[in-house]
């Protein structure tokens, strides 16, 4: 059963987005979904690598600027964010600029400025008794820090939020 936390992000999610702790973080998926064109659901899975919260408000996430998660943010502007790990599980609800910034030393990437509508917190009800998540999604190997890409990324993530 979710409940809502409100239209902005609490301080404890705003840390975990803000790659404060990146290290940490490394290796776990976060999947973000879109609306396609016939109205479904369309996932596609992040890194806390490519996610940055600027801010209670506003999450910036750098993707693939010719995919269809690209293309939809930019035709429907809606988009979910599902962190899912033992400790909390949270759906972040945003709305996308229309148009994606480009990406310095990453061409074929584009960097997307969501505003936060609306974050639910996921719990079990009373009746569904001690079930709880035990893992979140885990890729390996976790990236390094020092590649190009890597860098580049988190340059674009880290620009003044005035700037895209």
């Not at 690598?49 to 996430?61: H, K, Q, T, Y």
């Not at 750098?62 to 909390?88: D, F, K, Y």
């Not at 990437?109 to 885990?138: K, M, Q």
Request: proline share 11%.
């Amino acid at each position: 059963m979710s409940r809502s936390l409100g239209p902005s992000l609490p301080a404890d999610l705003l840390a975990r987005l803000s790659q404060a702790e990146l290290v940490s973080h490394l290796g776990k998926a976060i999947p973000l979904i879109t609306l396609d064109a016939e109205g479904r659901p369309h996932p596609m899975l992040l890194s806390y690598l490519e996610v940055r919260a600027s801010g209670p408000r506003m999450i910036r996430i750098v993707i693939g600027a010719s995919t269809r998660s690209a293309r939809n943010l930019s035709e429907r502007r809606v988009a979910t964010l599902l962190l899912v790990e033992p400790e909390q599980t949270v759906y972040v609800k945003a709305r996308a600029q229309p148009e994606p910034a480009p990406v310095e030393d990453l061409p074929d990437c584009g960097l997307f400025v969501l505003e936060v509508e609306e974050v639910l917190e996921d719990a079990p009800a009373e009746w569904e008794g001690g079930l709880r998540i035990t893992g979140g999604l885990r890729y390996a190997p976790a990236p390094s820090l020092d590649e190009p890409w890597a860098r580049a990324t988190l340059k674009a993530l880290a620009s003044p939020p005035g700037r895209p």
